[in-house]
């Protein structure tokens, strides 16, 4: 259960906040294109600094969490994070290199050249359910790419909150990187301020918010938000391979994932062996749930609440809820449970579930599921099971989707060299790896003309001469 924690005060953090700002700014102006070996020397001191406080991040994660396993939050936030951190800086030289791009004949011999320059100060906002990777992935780019950057954690992970800003604040000047924590009042400021490029992760309604508010200032934005992510089991697939990999998906930090499949077609006929592979792949990996230290807890009482509200929604409404594990509300737990026979009236069906919940609905051919797909907004990611090419690559072509993992999921973004971000509801923009860097750069393009050349002849005065060469350049 949740200990105690005092929470951040909002005025301290909100004067903290603009003293930071200006401080960066101040800082930016003063060294505006930090070399390759200057990044490289930020990462690798970013690189230390998760090294050295992992085991206290880890804990105050588990601790805002009321329980979280520190083997999770290793697999799922640690190792990414210095993945993604060792990818950039071993390609950072080449992604700053300028690019060259062709000249028109009309306009040779100059040259073309798309140079990736620093933005500048840039702000980010962090989720509660993957605080440690969704700050840290982010900032990577936001090095890699030679700004400076300040983050805002949730007030739902205060602990972690705190945490991280003492660890940084070890091996960063603020000037370079900065933590503020604090409710509501402080994210709503946060986005309001004038970025140079402002990267929000979080539900779509909040995004909605939070790019209104970057209006104000033209702040460009990336938005990480979520939606309901289908997951289609072809029926040529081995049903037992495909309930203990979305089990994983579902099961990891205990649903609370934005990319966890948020409900599953299942070829008609296969539901039963569906249920039956499903409950023995969490007795097997979750024994005696309540207590298992594998298995983690809901991040806070509003949201187990919120997610029993849903199962309770749809018994009412006629669904049957198959709960795979036994587990005591008193934990803070909830065990990963099916729903069956789900409408649309049902809220489960309506909203985006973040939690151990999967609605199973079941299809007779690969277009109904397809249909029902394209039917919903489009989500941050799609999952489809199946060994055929052609089958795959027809679900590809007829789905749109922020990332697709074929025969697994969630691992698509742990992938350093994928973009990841979503489309439409589901959010926009990307970053990781090169297009992270490329979000947070401005790719300034540079014309330089050669000592001699014809642009001569376009000139003023219009006569005779440029008849002539327009009649040429207009055939």
């Known amino acids: 259960m949740h200990a105690v924690f ?8 909100l004067a903290r906040l603009a003293s930071l700002f200006q401080a960066q700014r101040t800082a930016f102006a003063a060294a505006p294109f930090p070399s390759a070996a200057q990044r490289r020397a930020q990462l690798s001191r970013l690189k230390q600094t998760l090294l050295k406080h992992q085991d206290s991040l880890c804990a105050a994660i588990s601790a805002d969490f009321g329980h979280r396993s520190r083997h999770e939050s290793q697999l799922l936030e640690l190792f990414p994070s210095l993945a993604g951190i060792q990818h950039a800086s071993s390609k950072l030289a080449r992604w700053m290199k300028p690019r060259r791009r062709g000249v028109s004949i009309w306009f040779m011999p100059a040259s073309n050249t798309v140079v990736p320059q620093p933005l500048g100060v840039v702000g980010i906002i962090v989720p509660w359910n993957y605080p440690l990777f969704l700050a840290i992935g982010p900032l990577t780019a936001a090095l890699a790419a030679g ?11 205060p602990r972690f909150g705190e945490a991280l800003r003492l660890a940084l604040a070890e091996s960063f000047d603020e000037s370079e990187v900065a933590v503020v924590n604090g409710g509501v009042p402080v994210a709503q400021a946060f986005s309001g301020y004038a970025w140079d490029h402002l990267l929000f992760t979080g539900s779509t309604s909040v995004g909605k918010q939070v790019m209104r508010a970057a ?14 992510s289908p997951t289609i089991v072809h029926g040529d697939f081995p049903i037992a391979t495909a309930a203990e990999r979305i089990l994983h998906g579902k099961c990891l930090n205990a649903g609370q994932t934005c990319v966890a499949p948020d409900y599953v077609f299942i070829p008609e006929g296969q539901q039963a062996a569906f249920i039956e592979a499903a409950r023995a792949t969490v007795a ?3 024994p005696n749930l309540a207590v298992n230290p594998d298995y983690s807890a809901v991040v806070n009482g509003r949201h187990l609440t919120r997610l029993q509200a849903y199962l309770q929604d749809a018994q009412e409404k006629g669904a049957q809820i198959v709960p795979l594990a036994d587990a005591d ?16 009236t049902m809220s489960v069906m309506q909203d985006e579930i973040f939690g151990p919940i999967l609605p199973v609905l079941s299809y007779r051919d690969l277009d109904e599921a397809i249909d029902y797909v ?3 907004p489009r989500p941050l990611a799609l999952y489809y099971f199946d060994y055929d ?7 590809l072509a007829a789905t749109t989707s922020g990332g697709v993992g074929i025969n697994e999921t969630v691992m698509h973004v ?10 439409g509801p589901s959010g926009m923009g990307h970053y990781h790896g090169h297009e992270g860097f490329e979000t947070f750069s401005k790719m300034k393009p540079v014309f330089a003309q050669s000592r001699l050349n014809g642009l001569w002849m376009m000139r003023p005065p219009y006569g005779p001469r440029v008849e002539r060469l327009l009649k040429f350049m207009l055939r």
């Open 215 to 228: 209006a104000e200032n033209l702040t460009p934005v990336t938005l990480e938000l979520g939606g309901k």
């Open 374 to 376: 394209n039917a919903q």
């Open 6 to 13: 005092e929470p951040h005060d909002n005025q301290a953090e």
């Open 329 to 344: 509300p008193a934990s803070g737990k909830l065990a990963p449970t099916l729903v069956l026979g789900v409408n649309e």
């Open 284 to 286: 097997r990996w979750y």
């Open 414 to 423: 742990g992938q350093d060299d994928l973009p990841f971000g979503g489309v």
């Open 147 to 157: 700004n400076r950057a300040i983050i805002k954690i949730s007030e739902f992970t």
């Open 389 to 395: 090419n052609a089958r795959i690559g027809r679900m």
